[in-house]
């Protein structure tokens, strides 16, 4: 399977833990965005990386979170202590850089993260 | 602000009918505008995508429509089948490489 791949699918913590989600894009994508969802609602734009410069960071995105893309190919999103309006599904996706014949992101299949 | 949303947040639809969901964005600048499919539990899917130079652009059972003039997207589904069912989101690009999504529409496909 060569698309966007996201682990855990489930993270269950309870309030004040730190969290970490990874995402592995596919492999000749350079863009990678992460993105988070709750129930009803479309995804909204939380950051993303070109390689491995993180180019933008949404105002959703507290300083209790941070993302790393350290060799320009996996991500990182951490969640440092976590609160129940935490809980949601944080997506990955990815794309090939602008220039490309496609603009196209392609989503992983989320983490689905539950704060007690 | 700009904002991308739809119009019917539940749709219903006999199998074997057409189904055409409707999309409002407000940022004239956008210049490209994709449909997903997000099943429950799953990540969204890419449907189809149409530029902004375009008006109508056909993949397999599905059309995707733009209207520049009022800002208007729609996605109609030909003989619309269960797999269908699902939640569909569309977006649009403002910039390089932000998307804006609207808050989805429910298509359930009635046997």
């Known amino acids: 399977d060569t698309g966007v791949s996201q682990n855990p699918r489930h993270k269950i913590t309870k309030r004040g833990q730190n969290v970490t989600f990874r995402c592995d894009p596919i492999s000749e994508h350079n863009r990678l965005y992460w993105y988070r969802q709750t129930l009803g609602q479309g995804p909204e734009f939380l950051t993303y990386f070109q390689n491995e410069a993180q180019l933008e960071k949404s105002r959703l995105l507290s300083d209790r979170f941070s993302a790393e893309r350290p060799k320009g190919s996996f991500s990182t999103l951490e969640i440092q202590r976590t609160e129940q309006g935490d809980s949601a599904m944080y997506l990955c996706a990815s794309s090939l850089k602008a220039g490309e014949p496609t603009d196209t992101q392609y989503f992983g299949p989320g983490t689905r993260l539950t704060v007690l | 602000g700009e904002s991308v949303g739809l119009h019917l947040p539940t749709l219903s639809v006999q199998e074997g009918d057409n189904s055409i969901i409707n999309c409002a964005y407000s940022n004239s600048a956008s210049d490209y505008f994709i449909w997903y499919k997000q099943e429950s539990g799953k990540g969204p899917q890419f449907i189809i995508d149409?530029?902004?130079?375009?008006d109508k652009r056909q993949g397999q059972r599905v059309t995707v429509l733009l209207n520049k003039t009022v800002k208007h997207l729609s996605l109609q589904i030909a003989a619309t089948q269960p797999g269908d069912s699902a939640v569909y989101f569309c977006a649009e690009m403002t910039g390089t490489y932000k998307y804006i999504f609207g808050t989805g529409t429910r298509l359930k496909v009635l046997a």
């Open positions: 149409i530029r902004s130079n375009m």
